[in-house]
């Protein structure tokens, strides 16, 4: 099976972390920048075939942009709770995970991605049903972080939950509720999974019920609520700078 993979970015990283997964790379015809000619150089080293074709063919391949460059590439690998659980044995750092309840915009998904390898979290945990995968969009927004935080699929989030609690982390997750604790007033600098829910309905029920504690992020009154990928970096970030001992 072969997937595509579009943008210089997520390309790029492809190359420089992953190239065996690249079979070929299509250029469209008449580009000829810095960009192009660094992974004309890259391809050309690890003998990745690439070509110039029309700009036609790169839009039938996707509707998304492109920026003029396609990439055929093998399917990321698909990571278990299996792999979850051997990625914090093995750890040497406090562990942070975020898990992502049924976030089911590819864009959202992959720009949580991105701030999680930012913020340097060991997985990023979704559900198999009622959630965004690793499409092409995902990894063009992730732009190369696709390919730096492993991405886990579980077939039920509560029992992850309740596995990571047996595993020493706290649970927190991120609520649209001004009665739960402000983020800025929630420890985290603990073992660590953040939980975000979707775009429209927040973190199930169910799975508040398996949190440790709830967190919410104070905005002024004429706003209702953050996207979810934005709410998710804030929260990342705020823990972040709860982990490094950063107070201004």
């Known amino acids: 099976m072969i997937d595509i993979c579009f943008g210089f970015n997520a390309i790029m990283q492809i190359l420089k972390q ?28 690890e003998k990745i075939k690439f070509k ?15 920026q003029g460059i396609i990439a055929k590439v093998s399917p990321i690998e698909s990571l278990t709770a299996k792999d ?15 898990i992502l309840d049924g976030v ?15 913020v340097g979290a060991h997985a990023v945990v979704v559900p198999k049903d009622r959630s965004a995968w690793l499409t092409s969009t995902v990894i063009k927004v992730a732009s190369g972080a696709a390919e730096i935080v492993p991405l886990i699929r579980v077939s039920n989030i509560s029992q992850i939950i309740d596995r990571l609690k047996q595993q020493g982390l706290w ?3 991120s609520v649209c509720n001004n009665q739960a604790r402000s983020i800025y007033k929630t420890d985290m600098t603990c ?12 973190i199930r029920k169910l799975t508040q019920d398996k949190c440790d504690d709830l967190a919410f992020i104070p905005i002024a009154d004429s706003v209702n609520s953050l996207n979810v990928s ?19």
């Open 171 to 173: 649970i927190v997750g």
């Open 230 to 248: 934005v709410a998710t970096g804030v929260m990342l970030f705020e823990a972040a700078r709860q982990r490094s001992g950063v107070t201004k």
């Open 191 to 202: 073992p660590l999974a953040l939980v975000v829910g979707s775009e429209d309905k927040g």
């Open 52 to 66: 110039g074709v029309d700009k036609q063919l790169l839009n039938k391949l996707t509707s998304e942009s492109h």
């Open 18 to 45: 992953e190239p065996k997964r690249i079979t070929e790379i299509l250029l469209q015809n008449g580009r000829n920048d810095s960009r192009i000619n660094e992974i004309k150089q890259l391809a050309k080293a």
């Open 84 to 98: 979850l659980f051997n990625i914090l044995d093995n750890l040497d750092a406090k562990p942070l995970i975020l």
């Open 104 to 118: 089911t915009d590819p864009h959202n998904l992959g720009a949580c991605l991105r701030t999680a390898a930012a």
